[in-house]
């Protein structure tokens, strides 16, 4: 069989962990593949400080980023570039991960252009259009465009059946989460990494918070309530590093920033912030990314959403749905902290997101998939 010409697309942090495992098992098989990764930068400095992680370097760069851009300016602006890019490359398949903007406009160019898309991290739903928004649609849209779904687990499949995809195009991997998550752990070992944490109390939460729906008002519900927590808890310090988004960080700062047990730091790279998951007692968190990764290190997850498409976490008893509700915070949080059982019955479970093998499962069925 020959050599096929994968071509990986890249906007935001979450994309860069995802694909990194991707594109490194490519690049160790180059009788197989020739990998171009492109990125649109939806996402700069974050981005950088993904790459850098796993010494990844694009070799198109489309650098669209703007302060407060808006949907469409990431739309129409990713969709050009890597239009463009499609065209001068002429790849055999081209990869998208999950649910950005970047990942749409991605799979979009390449229909355009009759390449088939593959869709890692595919079948992900929560049933509800504008949760996340526009998260829920863009993926929606994408798996309608690709060739090859590669769902995380067997209820991302039947969503994807559900919607009438082909059987025979679709194949459980894992999500590539866990095998950067692995790839991490394995070099923490010799890593001189640091955070710069205030305080050194005996136990720590890990916040964070960026999904659309959440800014404003419901962000701010959740710094009021890490603000009673602190209060009640003399012994708990908070480490949020916060999102660049100016939309986040216009209501973080201010609720936050003089609390003299609470860290507010930049966004932490991948090795620091596995770092920080590691330390914490308990993570609050709306990102997707972080609700798979926390069951690995044994750390319960308190969502801040109304709605997950990964319900796989609850379900294995590592996560429960919070909100943003301030009273639901802080019960869920007390709880956890005040009784002992709820909390080993939430930290001792298996991951249910992947066994750090999906980027092979992914290239295999690439490379044996008749074109
Ligand atoms: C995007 C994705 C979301 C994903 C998240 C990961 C869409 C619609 N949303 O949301 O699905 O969960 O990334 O974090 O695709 N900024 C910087 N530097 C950076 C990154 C962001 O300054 O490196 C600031 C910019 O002002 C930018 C703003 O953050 O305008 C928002 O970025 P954007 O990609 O539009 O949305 P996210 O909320 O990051
Ligand atoms: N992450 C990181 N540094 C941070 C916050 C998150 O490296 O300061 C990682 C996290 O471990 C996960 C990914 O970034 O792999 C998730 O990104 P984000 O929450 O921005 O996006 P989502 O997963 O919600 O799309």
């Given at each position: 069989m020959s050599q096929k010409k994968l071509m990986v697309i890249i906007g935001t942090r979450?994309?860069?962990?995802?694909?990194?495992?991707?594109?490194?098992?490519?690049?160790?098989?180059?009788?197989?593949?020739?990998?171009?990764?492109?990125?649109?930068?939806?996402?700069?400095?974050?981005?950088?400080?993904?790459?850098?992680?796993?010494?990844?370097?694009?070799?198109?760069?489309?650098?669209?980023?703007?302060?407060?851009?808006?949907?469409?300016h990431v739309t129409n602006a990713s969709l050009r570039g890597l239009y463009d890019a499609i065209e001068s490359h002429r790849p055999d398949w081209v990869i998208v991960q999950g649910d950005t903007t970047t990942t749409f406009a991605g799979a979009l160019a390449a229909f355009y252009h009759k390449i088939p898309v593959a869709h890692v991290e595919a079948g992900l739903r929560t049933g509800d259009r504008y949760q996340p928004f526009p998260e829920e649609i863009n993926r929606s849209l994408t798996a309608r465009l690709a060739e090859m779904h590669f769902p995380p687990t067997e209820g991302a499949k039947q969503n994807l059946l559900r919607e009438g995809i082909d059987p025979s195009k679709i194949l459980v991997t894992g999500n590539t989460s866990i095998d950067a998550l692995l790839w991490i752990l394995e070099r923490k070992g010799k890593s001189e990494t640091k955070l710069d944490i205030k305080t050194d109390?005996?136990?720590?939460?890990?916040?964070?918070?960026?999904?659309?729906?959440?800014?404003?008002?419901?962000?701010?519900?959740?710094?009021?309530?890490?603000?009673?927590?602190l209060d009640r808890y003399p012994d708990v310090e908070v480490t949020f590093p916060v999102h660049l988004s100016p939309r986040v960080r216009e209501t973080v700062m201010p609720l936050l920033g003089q609390h003299s047990?609470?860290?507010?730091?930049?966004?932490?790279?991948?090795?620091?912030?596995?770092?920080?998951?590691?330390?914490?007692?308990?993570?609050?968190?709306?990102?997707?990314?972080?609700q798979e990764e926390a069951p690995s290190l044994g750390k319960p997850v308190?969502?801040?959403?109304?709605?997950?498409?990964?319900?796989?976490?609850?379900?294995?008893?590592?996560?429960?749905?919070?909100?943003?509700?301030?009273?639901?915070i802080v019960?869920?949080?007390?709880?956890?902290?005040?009784?002992?059982?709820?909390?080993?019955?939430?930290?001792?479970?298996?991951n249910p997101f992947g066994d750090g093998h999906a980027a092979e499962r992914i290239l295999d069925a690439l490379f044996m998939y008749p074109t």
């Open positions: 979450p994309e860069a962990v995802k694909l990194a495992p991707v594109i490194f098992a490519a690049r160790a098989l180059p009788d197989r593949f020739k990998v171009t990764v492109v990125r649109t930068s939806q996402h700069k400095e974050m981005l950088d400080q993904m790459m850098k992680v796993f010494d990844i370097e694009a070799d198109i760069d489309l650098d669209i980023m703007q302060a407060n851009q808006d949907l469409v109390k005996p136990r720590n939460i890990l916040v964070t918070a960026h999904r659309r729906e959440n800014q404003g008002e419901p962000i701010g519900n959740v710094c009021r309530a890490l603000l009673e927590i047990r609470v860290s507010l730091l930049e966004p932490l790279d991948y090795e620091e912030f596995v770092l920080a998951m590691d330390k914490a007692t308990l993570i609050l968190t709306d990102s997707g990314g972080v308190l969502v801040l959403r109304e709605s997950t498409e990964r319900p796989e976490a609850a379900a294995a008893g590592a996560a429960i749905l919070v909100g943003t509700d301030r009273a639901c019960d869920a949080v007390s709880n956890l902290l005040d009784n002992q059982d709820a909390y080993n019955a939430m930290s001792q479970v298996i």
